[in-house]
């Protein structure tokens, strides 16, 4: 009777699952961990381990092609792209900074961090003209943030330059154990000249920064926190007041207690979402484009999930494992990556 009563969950699981995903494809196969994805002239551009860059042409997905960036063996976590140029940042110091042109992929080193420290946990444009990278604080518990304007060459650390202006609430320190996760490039959320840092560890919080004043606010969230391995992963948002915020502890998978949030006041204040009831810890969360923050799915090593009322309640979608990072493609389709793959979802509503 056990036996039988598996059968039907699992057969009852597939039809669940089947109502909501059209097809599921796996498009590029190596030996890779990717936790960045562009989507870009129909292709899907990736960075990960042992200094691989590359595409799949989402179009016809037997045109690919890899670059090896470096002859050491970097790890990427970061990718991001202008009109002419994708970049990159190895984690680890010295910390590498590379520019692709699109054109005919020439790659050149633009910069080099060899803070002991550095640490790169995201890299994405706020605008056509500035970039923003994040890495782990310094020893003094600094937050390193810098400030990146490709056109010119010029790279500023956030509190660097305005160390001089603390009284304007500009420079920004670290509690003692927090940092930011390099997870899936994904902890910075940009919208017009604001940006909002998510962090975790034994604090978790939302640091949100008005780059064309430098002018910042630390906001406490309720996510789950108070150890390295704990809160948020990944954020999202909707212009300047709906945001998303997903995570857990990646040691503890399964946990699925205080690791969503939400918020529709610019990041001031969460209110956590689903606390018990969703697939466990995540690394990667999206909005749907023109959902205006309605539909999001979002990613962990061990489930594909969907929620399509704000974030309130979530279906598992999917028991796939092994992807870290999601873009949508258009209003129905999803690239995943993550462990030796990338994958094409297509959704059916």
Request: with cysteine.
């Given at each position: 009777m056990k036996k039988i009563f598996s059968l039907l969950c699992s057969v009852l699981g597939l039809f669940l699952f089947s109502q909501q995903i059209e097809s599921f494809e796996t498009i590029l196969n190596d030996k890779i961990n990717i936790r960045a994805l562009e989507i870009d002239d129909h292709k899907v551009w990736y960075s990960g381990t042992d200094s691989k860059f590359g595409f799949v042409n989402l179009q016809d997905y037997k045109d690919q092609k890899q670059l090896v960036l470096s002859e050491k063996k970097l790890q990427f976590r970061t990718l991001a792209q202008d009109k002419e140029f994708f970049y990159t940042i190895n984690i680890e110091s010295p910390a590498e900074f590379f520019k692709i042109s699109k054109k005919d992929l020439k790659v050149l080193p633009i910069y080099s961090d060899t803070l002991k420290t550095a640490f790169y946990d995201a890299f994405i444009f706020a605008n056509e003209d500035m970039a923003l990278a994040l890495s782990d604080p310094d020893k003094n518990r600094n937050m390193k943030l810098s400030m990146i304007f490709p056109k010119t060459k010029q790279v500023y650390d956030f509190n660097e330059t305005s160390v001089k202006n603390t009284d304007k609430n500009r420079f920004i320190k670290f509690s003692e154990g927090e940092a930011a996760f390099a997870a899936s490039n994904t902890n910075i959320a940009t919208y017009k000249t604001q940006a909002w840092i998510a962090t975790g560890g034994k604090v978790s919080r939302i640091i949100k920064i008005d780059f064309a004043s430098l002018e910042s606010d630390i906001y406490p969230t309720p996510f789950i926190q108070g150890t390295s391995?704990?809160?948020?992963?990944?954020?999202?948002?909707?212009?300047?007041?709906?945001?998303?915020?997903?995570?857990?502890?990646?040691?503890?998978?399964e946990a699925n207690v205080n690791n969503i949030a939400t918020t529709t006041d610019g990041g001031k204040t969460w209110q956590i979402q689903a606390s018990g009831q969703n697939a466990g810890y995540t690394t990667c969360v999206?909005?749907?484009?023109?959902?205006?923050?309605?539909?999001?799915?979002?990613?962990?090593?061990?489930?594909?999930?969907?929620?399509?009322?704000?974030?309130?309640?979530?279906?598992?979608?999917?028991?796939e494992k092994g992807?870290?990072?999601?873009?949508?493609?258009?209003?129905?389709?999803?690239?995943?990556?993550?462990?030796?793959?990338?994958?094409?979802l297509k959704l059916k509503f």
């Open positions: 391995s704990q809160g948020i992963y990944s954020i999202d948002f909707y212009r300047d007041q709906f945001g998303i915020a997903v995570g857990g502890d990646y040691t503890k998978q999206k909005i749907k484009p023109d959902s205006k923050g309605k539909e999001i799915i979002s990613v962990g090593d061990q489930h594909i999930s969907y929620s399509s009322d704000f974030g309130k309640t979530w279906k598992k979608i999917s028991d992807f870290y990072v999601c873009r949508w493609i258009d209003a129905n389709m999803v690239v995943l990556a993550g462990k030796d793959r990338i994958s094409v």
